[in-house]
């Protein structure tokens, strides 16, 4: 049995067993990748493909448990790899990166531009997902580490170090009456049509438990997974908006208005998150040090000196 094999097994996985699409994927022609399989499968002796005529369309349970050890195998030669790696060429590479919009839109910028000019020859990659694409991204290693607030801390086959808490904030278009409420309460909120994230994204569902225990129903009439589709749609009337509150910006938003929500939503740990058994090079470790010390609460970043 050779990794190739196992490469070409996993790669087959990922693209939806569509060979030609596999064999994009890891540089090789698909004659290559099919003999790769067929090889794999005679050597084994059993079947790891369901198959519609000529065609793969599936694994078997066979194939399913091959898979997840061929994925583990690929993970340890990459950290053996890693290691030489760090030791000839310590400072150059590429950080792959899985986090949400929210994260890639308001947080991450000044840790990238903090983490650039101490190694300026490391290409970065940021893939945007839900959160359960995340929690993907980190257990199969697309990504080094994943960076969102639901699923990742929850996994326990992942290492999950909590960086920052966040909370919500209410905005509107200026003028609108519900800015005029004093106290603003989740009562006066369910007055109006709300706009907010999709459940499963950015602590939604946390945020509609915590309407439900008050008895309280709000008139969601749109929900999107990009905090800047809430405000465009706020912007048109629709509604009032519920978002981070990392997303708001005083100079870009200078149409709307914010009020914070902290003190009657439930607080939100954003999680950096990667496989247990991935060994991590020391740039890979120092953009984790920098979220540790760069973002504190509600998403606010300081130099780091």
Known sequence: MELRQLN??????????????????????????????????????????????????????????VLNYARQALAIRENILAVGRDHVEESSGILRIGTTHTQARYVLPAVIRAFRQIFPTVSLQIHQGTPQQLVEMALTDRADFSICT?????????????????????????????????????????????????????????????????????????????????????????????????????EQDRDLEIRDLGNMLPWETTWVAYHKDKYLRRYQQKFIDLMESMVLENGVTRTNS
């Open 8 to 65: 070409s097994l996993v790669a087959l996985a990922e693209s939806g067993f569509n060979v030609t699409l596999a064999a994009k994927q890891i540089y090789l022609v698909q004659s290559a990748v099919s003999q790769h399989l067929a090889q794999l499968e005679r050597e084994l002796g059993t079947q790891l493909f369901v198959r519609k005529g000529k065609r793969l369309i599936a694994l078997t349970a066979a194939g399913e448990e």
């Open 150 to 250: 639901e699923e990742l801390g929850e996994h326990s086959s992942l290492n999950a170090i909590p960086c920052y808490r966040w909370n919500r904030s209410l905005i509107a278009l200026k003028g609108h009456p519900v800015l005029s409420q004093k106290p603003l309460s989740m009562e006066s909120i369910c007055d109006y049509p709300l706009i907010t994230y999709t459940f499963g994204f950015t602590g939604a569902n946390h945020m509609q438990i915590t309407f439900t225990r008050a008895g309280l129903q709000p008139n969601v009439v749109l929900t999107a997974a990009d905090t800047d589709v809430i405000k465009t749609y706020v912007r048109e009337g629709m509604g009032v908006g519920l978002i981070a509150s990392m997303a708001y910006s005083a």
